[in-house]
């Protein structure tokens, strides 16, 4: 199985500051022929399913606001928030869709410093 | 808007059957993937499996033997059915719509199993 490994576990960060969550993956999720990361962030918070924010490793999903980024190929990739509002408090999670069984990372607890 | 929502038993013996459907509303469930995702407690999601609305599936592994996601059009909905269960497969339980990334999901349902 691809093993999906987020740092840090939990991250303070002030409002308006850049929070950022790295998600490292043990095999490449690349597939070169389509030139795509099969690679997609999540935001979840308490109570609540969890949201699709960014898919193909840097695509965002309609509706989520453009200070939410995402970056990296192969094994390394970064989700960004550029100005931390204070509603973006939640746990994030990368998932790897490029092999059976689909894998998610820990979660990363993103809170206000 | 689609919206999806989970039902079934919340509590379910060792050794019984885990049996939960998935209501899919404000859109149809045809021509799109469908899956179910656990959360065990204090644990990171895990992805059950999914079935595309003419009956295709993929499982993961670890679950294949015990899972089978089925799906009725005629009803819009989806479910799915695990065998054998023990106290691992305690956990939230959601649906979601996509093969892969869901873009949409259900609220969840918490499953307990527990004699």
């Known amino acids: 199985d691809f093993v999906m490994t987020q740092s840090p576990d939990s991250l303070p960060v002030s409002l308006g500051e850049r929070a950022t969550i790295t998600c490292k993956s043990s095999?490449?999720?690349?597939?070169?022929?389509?030139?795509?990361?099969?690679l997609a962030w999540y935001q979840q918070k308490p109570g609540q399913p969890p949201k699709l924010l960014i898919y193909w490793a840097s695509t965002r999903e309609s509706g989520v606001p453009d200070r939410f980024s995402g970056s990296g190929s192969g094994t390394d990739f970064t989700l960004t928030i550029s100005s931390l509002q204070a509603e973006d408090v939640a746990i994030y999670y990368c998932q790897q869709y490029y092999s059976n069984p689909y894998t998610f990372g820990q979660g990363t607890k993103l809170e206000i410093k | 808007q689609v919206q999806l929502q989970e039902s079934g038993p919340g509590l379910v013996k060792p050794s019984e059957t885990l049996s939960l459907t998935c209501n899919v509303s404000?859109?149809?469930?045809?021509?799109?993937?469908w899956s179910w995702i656990r959360q065990p407690p204090g644990k990171r999601l895990e992805w059950i499996g999914y079935i595309y609305y003419t009956g295709s599936t993929k499982y993961n592994p670890s679950l294949k033997s015990r899972v089978t996601i089925s799906v009725d059009t005629s009803k819009n909905q989806f479910s799915l059915t695990l065998t054998s269960v023990t106290t691992a497969d305690t956990a939230v339980y959601y649906c979601a719509r996509g093969g892969a990334a869901g873009d949409h999901w259900g609220q969840g349902t918490l499953v307990t199993v527990s004699s």
């Open positions: 404000g859109g149809s469930i045809t021509s799109f993937y």
């Open positions: 095999q490449s999720v690349l597939y070169s022929s389509h030139n795509k990361n099969y």
